[in-house]
């Protein structure tokens, strides 16, 4: 079955960086485009970034566009989020989904906070 | 961006009865293509988000037939025939017509 496991959240200071990794599983990673969407806590979902099947395109929010960079390593299987100059409004759940027009699998998400 | 806005913000339910949700989105989202890219999700307390309808009325897979999406252009429907316990939770509409893809803002659902 479908697996999406995210790794890579933490706690870190505003203005550091952060990687956060989703390993694929169950199914063939390089047919499917790949989203992040973040859920702040106690809030709705907002997207921030997809990846289409081969890597060649990607879109990212207004709100993190050039601090966010996502990408993908068909290799291994595992999809990337890298995340510089991070401010506190960046803290929240980050998920992956599976999919390029609807998100049909999540993983159960990576917690980023960001604190002095 | 393309904005989706959901009604009622919250609503409580009674096992067994009739639920329903509404999203209006601020555009079409009829596609050149003739598909309508709009989709309800289920966010169960504690829990990932769960795709339950794509592209208006087809419910994915292990979906029960108790949910029912319906709509056209803006204006768009979940339905929950009769609902159960397991129902509780926050449930949103997304469009991806366009980039970026948007959310509403989420209806919770309690019994």
């Known amino acids: 079955q479908v697996q999406l496991v995210e790794s890579g959240g933490g706690v870190v200071l505003p203005g550091r960086s952060l990687r956060l990794s989703c390993a694929a599983s169950?199914?063939?990673?390089?047919?499917?485009?790949m989203h992040w969407v973040r859920q702040a806590p106690g809030k709705g979902l907002e997207w921030v970034a997809v990846i289409s099947k081969d890597g060649d395109k990607k879109y990212h929010a207004d709100s993190v566009k050039g601090r966010f960079t996502i990408s993908r390593d068909t290799s291994k299987n595992t999809l990337y989020l890298q995340m510089n100059s991070l401010q506190s409004e960046d803290t929240a759940v980050y998920y992956c989904?599976?999919?390029?027009?609807?998100?049909?699998?999540w993983g159960q998400g990576t917690l980023v906070t960001v604190s002095s | 961006e393309i904005v989706m806005t959901q009604t009622p913000l919250s609503l409580s339910v009674t096992p067994g009865q009739p639920a329903s949700i509404s999203c209006t989105s601020s555009q079409s989202l009829l596609h050149s293509d003739g598909d309508t890219y709009f989709y309800w999700y289920l966010q169960r307390p504690g829990q990932s988000p769960q795709l339950l309808i794509y592209?208006?009325?087809n419910r994915f897979s292990g979906v029960p037939d108790r949910f029912s999406g319906s709509g056209t252009g803006t204006n768009f429907t979940l339905k929950i025939s009769r609902v159960e316990a397991d129902d509780v939770g926050v449930y949103y509409c997304m469009q991806s017509l366009q980039l970026p893809p948007t959310f509403g803002q989420g209806t919770k659902v309690e019994i």
């Open positions: 592209e208006v009325s």
């Open positions: 169950g199914f063939t990673f390089n047919n499917y485009g």
């Open positions: 989904a599976k999919g390029l027009r609807h998100l049909e699998s």
